[in-house]
């Protein structure tokens, strides 16, 4: 099983950038597929972005051009990059992998909080 540590999250001003990151340990980096989901207060957990395990990445609409996922092989780290934050973007944001042929996301981080408001 593998386990997965996200960063602390933070406060940002609206129009500020965070960088959130996602430590997996406990099975082969290599052969997962890691994505962010978020869930903000009263609404429903919702996919941020996703990285499969040769690199192609999606994004929901609202984070296009604005977010983006990385995955470093060499420290077993997933990143998401998050630049022009809004205030909608306030949320509870988790790291999630997905085993190889696996239909579902199966393996999540505890998660950490993104507040964005001035």
């Known amino acids: 099983q593998l386990q997965l540590v996200e960063s602390e999250g933070g406060l940002v001003q609206p129009g500020g950038s965070l960088r959130l990151s996602c430590a997996a340990s406990?099975?082969?980096?290599?052969?997962?597929?890691f994505a962010w989901y978020r869930q903000a207060p009263g609404k429903e957990r919702e996919g941020v972005s996703c990285?499969?395990?040769?690199?192609?990445?999606w994004y929901t609409d609202s984070v296009k051009g604005r977010f983006a996922i990385s995955r470093d092989k060499t420290k077993n780290t997933i990143s998401l990059q998050m630049n022009n934050l809004e205030p909608e973007d306030t949320a509870l944001y988790y790291c999630a992998a997905r085993r190889p042929f696996a239909d579902n996301y199966d393996n999540w981080g505890q998660g950490t909080q993104v507040t964005v408001s001035s």
């Open positions: 990285i499969s395990d040769v690199g192609t990445t």
């Open positions: 406990g099975g082969n980096f290599d052969w997962y597929s």
